[in-house]
């Protein structure tokens, strides 16, 4: 391993070189550590360097593509000694292209040539490999043991963003969130050093990791627990008869209420999804149709509403219904999806009276008059008895856990088909504006796994990590003074 020397000579030379000479620097580093590169303008580049958003391309200096532990700590080295910025890029699905830096000149280690998972029969631990995509997990785990741990529902997405920022998706209510499953973590830190985090070994650090993952090290290898997979599951929709605000805000008043006071049950998963098209309740109920049934009618009830669309399902079938795609054992180091979009998150309490009215208002007015792929998703999130906010506020760096303030979560998502127009920021802008202009600051925040790279570097490290903050910045200071593992809204270091 090459031993690192932080801010040496040559990375102060380096830091001001032309982008040639920083790109040959580092080309023959990784080329004596013997790290697999992808050659640039390859075909093979497109896929490595390109972007999942496609709205935001950047240009890195080189693209390492490990296959052991010791590749990706020789390509830290290489990264800290040059004084380049560097950032592991598992499922390459951050909105912000975080994984590729998030704007050009980054050394990124494209780890999805090590998507190994193992199940352990005894513990039914999994071990994961950082470049794992989450279908490829839960095909694992499910086809060796019949477990499962709660993650989002696209395949594609990979294991290190996703559940080192959260992980939210249909078990997610019964079960918490990704990150709520890791049990420990082989870490390669900025100096090159590689140590295990968790709860009894570097504790501070495991703290760390779980919400803010991106900002202290390289996860080289994961360990999950698992859960046993209910029998049975059941997919379900309710159309909301949500035309107008003055409908709208009745229902979502009801629905909230409903969710607040305890009623939702924990087999429950459910989210409002709202486009251009239809608003519905769509879910995943953890248990069979009759007892979805029985469980939903109250609801049924208070909205005026019908069940439709409701599927029996084993637990795969369940993670397909929801992943609108059959591919989903995805390890193809090919895989190439892309879109063009601009997305905003929120999480927030329980909604006053004057914010659902000009939050409706706006759906009604404004969203639905605008003609691009737009959608909104607001994930029954909390409530008394979600297992997101059973865990304590403080159990990990992961921001949103509070019974009281928690409840919605929200992605607002615009599509476009050809480039993004610059007169489009404004629309999802002015519907988080709706929420937040009538909300405290303790209220609500954002979600950096739907992460929005308008905002500043100040205001994002407040609005995704609120009450954490100061405790985050402290371990950077501790582990990445000279702020290796940097983007553009990454975690500062503490000032000494
Ligand atoms: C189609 C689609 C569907 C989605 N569905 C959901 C959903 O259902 N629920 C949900 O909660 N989110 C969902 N997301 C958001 C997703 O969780 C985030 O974008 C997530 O960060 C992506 O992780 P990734 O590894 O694929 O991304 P990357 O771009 O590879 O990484 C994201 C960030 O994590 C860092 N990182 C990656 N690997 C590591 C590692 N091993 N160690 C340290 N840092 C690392 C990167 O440097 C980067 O900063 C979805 C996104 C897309 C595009
Ligand atoms: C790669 O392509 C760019 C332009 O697309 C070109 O300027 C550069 O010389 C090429 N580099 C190599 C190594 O072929
Ligand atoms: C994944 O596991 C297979 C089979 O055990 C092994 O041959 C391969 O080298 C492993 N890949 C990585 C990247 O560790
Ligand atoms: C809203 O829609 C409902 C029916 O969908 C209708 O009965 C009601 O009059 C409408 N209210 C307003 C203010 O338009
Ligand atoms: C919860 O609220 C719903 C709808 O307002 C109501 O029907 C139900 O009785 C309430 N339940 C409890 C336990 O308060
Ligand atoms: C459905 O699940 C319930 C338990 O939640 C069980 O009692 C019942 O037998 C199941 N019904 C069928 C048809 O499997
Ligand atoms: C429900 O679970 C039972 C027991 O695992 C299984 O045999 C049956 O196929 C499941 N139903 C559906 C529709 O998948
Ligand atoms: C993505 O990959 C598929 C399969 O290899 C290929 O057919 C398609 O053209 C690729 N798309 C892009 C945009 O490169
Ligand atoms: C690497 O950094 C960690 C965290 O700052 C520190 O504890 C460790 O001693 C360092 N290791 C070496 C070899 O410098």
Redesign the pocket.
């Given at each position: 391993m090459r031993l690192p020397i932080l801010l040496s000579a040559t990375a102060v030379v380096l830091a001001a070189a032309s982008p040639h000479a920083k790109r040959a620097a580092i080309d023959d580093c990784l080329k004596e550590a013997k790290v697999p590169v992808t050659a640039r303008n390859s075909t093979q580049w497109k896929t490595d360097a390109g972007p999942f958003n496609d709205r935001l391309a950047y240009d890195p200096v080189a693209v390492a593509i490990p296959?052991?532990v010791e590749h990706i700590q020789a390509a830290v080295s290489c990264a800290a000694e040059l004084g380049v910025k560097l950032n592991p890029k598992s499922g390459g699905h951050s909105y912000a292209s975080f994984g590729l830096g998030g704007e050009d000149g980054h050394l990124v280690v494209e780890l999805d040539?090590?998507?190994?998972v193992t199940l352990d029969p005894e513990t039914h631990i999994a071990t994961v490999?950082p470049g794992a995509r989450l279908g490829h997990i839960a095909t694992v785990i499910y086809e060796e043991g019949k477990r499962a741990f709660s993650h989002g529902t696209c395949p594609g997405v990979g294991v290190g963003g996703h559940s080192l920022h959260g992980g939210f998706g249909f078990s997610s209510h019964t079960h918490g969130l990704a990150v709520d499953w890791i049990t420990s973590a082989d870490v390669v830190l900025a100096n090159g050093s590689l140590v295990t985090a968790s709860e009894t070994e570097n504790p501070d650090l495991f703290w760390a990791l779980r919400g803010a993952g991106s900002n202290f090290g390289i996860v080289a290898s994961f360990r999950f627990k698992t859960f046993a997979v209910p029998q049975n599951v059941t997919s379900y929709e309710i159309n909301l008869p949500w035309s107008n605000s003055t409908n709208m805000v009745k229902g979502w008043g009801a629905l909230q209420g409903w969710l607040l006071n305890g009623s939702m049950p924990e087999e429950m998963n459910m989210r409002i999804l709202g486009n251009g098209f239809q608003t519905q309740l769509q879910g995943l109920y953890h248990g069979n149709s009759s007892a979805l049934k029985t469980a939903i009618e109250p609801l049924l009830k208070l909205l005026g509403a019908k069940l439709s669309n409701v599927k029996d399902y084993d637990w795969m079938e369940g993670f397909e219904h929801y992943a609108y795609t059959n591919d989903i054992d995805v390890t193809d180091p090919d895989y190439n999806q892309s879109e063009t979009f601009y997305s905003k998150s929120l999480v927030t309490s329980a909604l006053p009276a004057d914010v659902l009215k000009s939050v409706a208002e706006y759906w009604i007015k404004t969203a639905k008059k605008v003609t691009r792929s737009w959608y909104i998703i607001i994930d029954l999130y909390g409530g008394p008895n979600s297992a997101i906010t059973r865990v304590a506020p403080e159990a990990t760096s992961y921001a949103f856990r509070d019974p009281k303030k928690h409840l919605f979560l929200y992605q607002l998502y615009d599509r476009s088909f050809g480039a993004y127009p610059d007169d489009g920021f404004e629309f999802l802008d002015g519907w988080v504006d709706a929420f937040t202009g009538g909300l405290d600051a303790e209220q609500w925040g954002m979600y950096i796994n739907y992460a929005d790279p308008r905002l500043d570097r100040a205001e994002a490290q407040d609005v995704y990590y609120r009450q954490n903050l100061a405790r985050l910045r402290q371990i950077k200071k501790q582990v990445d003074p000279a702020e290796v593992f940097y983007y553009p809204q990454a975690v500062e270091p503490a000032e000494a």
């Amino acid at each position: 391993m090459r031993l690192p020397i932080l801010l040496s000579a040559t990375a102060v030379v380096l830091a001001a070189a032309s982008p040639h000479a920083k790109r040959a620097a580092i080309d023959d580093c990784l080329k004596e550590a013997k790290v697999p590169v992808t050659a640039r303008n390859s075909t093979q580049w497109k896929t490595d360097a390109g972007p999942f958003n496609d709205r935001l391309a950047y240009d890195p200096v080189a693209v390492a593509i490990p296959t052991t532990v010791e590749h990706i700590q020789a390509a830290v080295s290489c990264a800290a000694e040059l004084g380049v910025k560097l950032n592991p890029k598992s499922g390459g699905h951050s909105y912000a292209s975080f994984g590729l830096g998030g704007e050009d000149g980054h050394l990124v280690v494209e780890l999805d040539r090590m998507y190994n998972v193992t199940l352990d029969p005894e513990t039914h631990i999994a071990t994961v490999q950082p470049g794992a995509r989450l279908g490829h997990i839960a095909t694992v785990i499910y086809e060796e043991g019949k477990r499962a741990f709660s993650h989002g529902t696209c395949p594609g997405v990979g294991v290190g963003g996703h559940s080192l920022h959260g992980g939210f998706g249909f078990s997610s209510h019964t079960h918490g969130l990704a990150v709520d499953w890791i049990t420990s973590a082989d870490v390669v830190l900025a100096n090159g050093s590689l140590v295990t985090a968790s709860e009894t070994e570097n504790p501070d650090l495991f703290w760390a990791l779980r919400g803010a993952g991106s900002n202290f090290g390289i996860v080289a290898s994961f360990r999950f627990k698992t859960f046993a997979v209910p029998q049975n599951v059941t997919s379900y929709e309710i159309n909301l008869p949500w035309s107008n605000s003055t409908n709208m805000v009745k229902g979502w008043g009801a629905l909230q209420g409903w969710l607040l006071n305890g009623s939702m049950p924990e087999e429950m998963n459910m989210r409002i999804l709202g486009n251009g098209f239809q608003t519905q309740l769509q879910g995943l109920y953890h248990g069979n149709s009759s007892a979805l049934k029985t469980a939903i009618e109250p609801l049924l009830k208070l909205l005026g509403a019908k069940l439709s669309n409701v599927k029996d399902y084993d637990w795969m079938e369940g993670f397909e219904h929801y992943a609108y795609t059959n591919d989903i054992d995805v390890t193809d180091p090919d895989y190439n999806q892309s879109e063009t979009f601009y997305s905003k998150s929120l999480v927030t309490s329980a909604l006053p009276a004057d914010v659902l009215k000009s939050v409706a208002e706006y759906w009604i007015k404004t969203a639905k008059k605008v003609t691009r792929s737009w959608y909104i998703i607001i994930d029954l999130y909390g409530g008394p008895n979600s297992a997101i906010t059973r865990v304590a506020p403080e159990a990990t760096s992961y921001a949103f856990r509070d019974p009281k303030k928690h409840l919605f979560l929200y992605q607002l998502y615009d599509r476009s088909f050809g480039a993004y127009p610059d007169d489009g920021f404004e629309f999802l802008d002015g519907w988080v504006d709706a929420f937040t202009g009538g909300l405290d600051a303790e209220q609500w925040g954002m979600y950096i796994n739907y992460a929005d790279p308008r905002l500043d570097r100040a205001e994002a490290q407040d609005v995704y990590y609120r009450q954490n903050l100061a405790r985050l910045r402290q371990i950077k200071k501790q582990v990445d003074p000279a702020e290796v593992f940097y983007y553009p809204q990454a975690v500062e270091p503490a000032e000494a």
